[in-house]
Nanobody, 128 residues
């Protein structure tokens, strides 16, 4: 599967932004999806994940209550709605697809090495 992330941009602290990740191919529904981000000089970190049905989600602590991951399997697209953005959210955001079931647990879906396919990333810059 090929992934194309979009929706990044320059916003002010407190603003909202929605990222999209469009997948090619017919097997989108067989992948659990994740969003990761990488700030300059830092390692790539987990942001959110969603099961293939959309019925299960999880977030990193700093994203809980501010971000929402969702997916539309009819459109082969996963979204990351980000609200109340903070300068610390500034990073390149990547979507990724995993064949490992969400039910395998957080040790898997929070680990970038468990994801097989990656989008190219979209830059989110939050000014203070």
């Amino acid at each position: 599967v090929q992934l194309q992330a979009s929706g990044g941009g320059l916003v002010q602290a407190g603003d909202s932004l929605r990222l999209s990740c469009a997948a090619s191919g017919r097997s989108f529904v067989t992948y659990d999806m994740g969003w990761f981000r990488q700030a300059p000089g830092k390692e790539r970190e987990f942001v959110a994940a969603i099961s293939r049905s959309g019925g299960s989600t999880d977030y990193t602590g700093s994203a809980k209550g501010r971000f929402a991951i969702s997916r539309d399997n009819t459109k082969n697209t996963v979204y990351l709605q980000m609200s109340n953005l903070e300068p610390e959210d500034t990073a390149v955001y990547y979507c990724a697809a995993s064949v490992k079931p969400f039910s395998s647990g957080s040790a898997y879906y929070t680990n970038p090495t468990e994801y097989t396919y990656w989008g190219q990333g979209t830059l989110v810059t939050v000014s203070s």
